[in-house]
């Protein structure tokens, strides 16, 4: 059974980077054939996708993040990883990590993390 | 980007009722579309992927129907553990996400 945790600091200060580290159990990320995202929730909203890295370090970003994130994975840990810079408060929500596999014909997010809240505040 | 449009955004029923919950796309994303159920507190589960099949474990209740551009997910007689939020998602070029739709105990 594949499981993801998602780990980091809970609290980030306006301007700086928050950073975030993804760890995968039950299967590996080196194995291929899956994507590795990040998604968030701001508090009482919908969910929006961040980005995802493939295990050969290929990373698609949602465009309207793009300039401010990066994503990275490190195989020999079976982790992949968030960072995200110059935070508002606007970026207060719960980040999750998910896999995504291929469902017949479509990609679809299968695996989730239970996810980490992150406040950005002074 | 292909936005998703959930409607309605509340949906009060009893347990028993039959659900029926849309979604619509701003393009056509043909049957490229998944449903997942949102329960407070846990991360989204997924339901219903290729707009139609049921995902591993999903009781037969839950269906999905619908191409292109209109979708609906449809509980056919309501449990009480059912009453949560649902979220329509597509991946045709970066994954989108509907504002989801509150089922809720009426």
């Known amino acids: 059974q594949v499981q993801l945790q998602e780990s980091g600091p809970g609290l980030v200060k306006p301007s700086q980077t928050l950073s975030l580290t993804c760890t995968v159990s039950?299967?590996?990320?080196?194995?291929?054939?899956?994507?590795w995202s990040w998604i968030r929730q701001h508090p009482g909203k919908g969910l929006e996708w961040i980005g995802y890295?493939?295990?050969?370090?290929?990373?698609y970003y949602n465009p309207s993040l793009k300039s401010r994130v990066t994503i990275s994975v490190d195989t020999s840990k079976n982790q992949f990883s968030l960072k995200l810079s110059s935070v508002t408060a606007a970026d207060t929500a719960v980040y999750y990590c998910?896999?995504?596999?291929?469902?017949?014909?479509?990609?679809?997010?299968?695996?989730w993390g239970q996810g980490t809240l992150v406040t950005v505040s002074s | 980007e292909i936005v998703l449009t959930q409607s309605p955004a509340t949906l009060s029923l009893s347990p028993g009722e039959r659900a029926t919950l849309s979604c619509r796309a701003s393009?056509?994303?043909?049957?490229?579309l998944a449903w997942y159920q949102q329960k407070p507190g846990q991360a989204p589960r997924l339901l219903i992927y290729?707009?139609?099949n049921r995902a591993t474990g999903i009781p037969a209740r839950f269906s999905g129907s619908g191409s292109g551009t209109d979708f609906t997910l449809t509980i056919s007689s309501l449990e009480p553990e059912d009453f949560a939020v649902y979220y329509c998602?597509?991946?045709?070029?970066?994954?989108?996400f509907g504002q989801g739709t509150k089922l809720e105990i009426k």
């Open positions: 998910a896999r995504e596999s291929q469902w017949l014909a479509g990609v679809y997010f299968d695996y």
């Open positions: 039950g299967g590996s990320i080196s194995s291929g054939g899956y994507y």
């Open positions: 890295i493939y295990y050969s370090g290929s990373t």
């Open positions: 393009q056509s994303v043909s049957s490229y």
């Open positions: 290729d707009a139609s």
């Open positions: 998602q597509q991946r045709s070029n970066w994954p989108t």
